[in-house]
């Protein structure tokens, strides 16, 4: 071993005397990449990356230099490319977004990005400052192809309130259904529809099937939402199984299925709840609402027609003066 590279690996190791140093120990990256391969021309993506030390004793200096051919205008960091790192904090988040421009040519980007830290004071006099990194892989690709790529991250459900009629009209209670869903497409998508199944509790006997009844909201791509959608119920008050699905692009792409408790309650049991209104209404009752009240119109108007009509036969049975017709003038 020569000389050079003797004296390199003192250095490294830290057995220089006086080295004001950072605790290399515990110091890490996670994850130490930024991967995406079905990137769009005009797409968004974001990676979070966690900066680890094990013991936070001092006060650091992170700098971040980019080095992706091609594509370093298009990556950011939240934080900056130069930012502190407080004594005391152990974990702290960089978020690394990755903005695609609509031009932006078909193909692979791979670089890295270099993460180094230092003391934020620098070294004592008479020490040797020494800095350590971490590297962050970087590889992306862009392609000309478009879509959606939806996962079910987690499910849950609210209970229901018994629903009610109103004259002829059937309000049913409604169930709120949270989904958080990922997109891994490169465009903005919602999922297609949710079906409930829903059965009773001891014998499995299926009593009704429902969909929700309200728009689901739309994810941005490479990210996670939760959305939620609205699933009404007929079913009196009582405990019942329900058999969820959820699908993504259309009714072949069923992204996620299970089975979860319900409970309908009474009436002014769930603090907060909102009941369902006259637009989820089937379409036959809103017929029905609407013939109703062009009757009542109607009438109404039939009425204001012939009590102004009385009005004015009662005014010339009472004989109001007829004024005297203008004389000719004189030749």
């Not at 050079?4 to 605790?23: E, K, P, Q, T, Y």
């Not at 001891?202 to 969909?211: A, D, I, P, S």
Request: charged content about 15%; overall charge neutral.
């Amino acid at each position: 071993m020569n000389f050079i590279a003797a004296a390199a690996l003192l250095v490294c190791a830290g057995f220089s005397f006086g080295v004001h140093r950072v605790n290399a120990e515990g110091f890490g990256i996670t994850p130490p990449y930024v991967t995406n391969d079905a990137l769009a021309p005009g797409s968004h993506y974001e990676q979070k990356i966690l900066l680890v030390r094990g013991t936070p004793d001092q006060d650091l200096t992170a700098k971040v230099t980019v080095n992706v051919p091609g594509a370093d205008g298009w990556i950011s960091i939240d934080k900056g490319t130069q930012f502190a790192m407080p004594s005391g904090t152990q974990e702290m988040p960089m978020i690394v977004s990755v903005n695609v421009p609509s031009d932006a040519k078909l193909g692979q980007y791979q670089g890295n990005i270099q993460v180094v830290v230092s003391p934020m004071n620098g070294p004592a006099a008479g020490t040797v400052g020494l800095t350590i990194g971490a590297q962050i892989d970087v590889n992306l690709r862009v392609i000309n192809q478009k879509n959606v790529d939806f996962k079910v991250r987690r499910v849950s459900m609210t209970n229901a309130e018994q629903g009610f009629t109103w004259l002829w009209m059937h309000f049913p209670g409604k169930v709120l259904f949270n989904m958080d869903i990922e997109n891994d497409g490169n465009i903005s998508g919602s999922p297609y529809r949710v079906v409930f199944t829903y059965s009773d509790y001891l014998t499995q006997k299926v009593l009704e099937v429902e969909q929700n009844t309200n728009w689901l909201a739309s994810v941005d791509p490479f990210q996670t939402k939760t959305v939620t959608a609205e699933m009404p119920t007929y079913l009196p008050q009582g405990t019942y199984k329900v058999f969820y699905q959820i699908y993504g692009r259309d009714d072949s792409d069923l992204i996620g299925q299970g089975t979860l408790d319900l409970s309908v309650l009474p009436p002014g049991s769930i603090p907060g709840y909102v009941p369902y209104n006259f637009l989820v209404l089937p379409w036959q009752e809103k017929l029905i609402t609407f013939a109703v009240l062009a009757g009542i119109l109607l009438m109404l108007w039939a009425m204001y027609v012939g009590i102004r009509g009385l009005f004015r036969r009662r005014g010339r049975r009472k004989g109001v003066p007829t004024p005297p017709p203008p004389r000719a003038p004189r030749a």
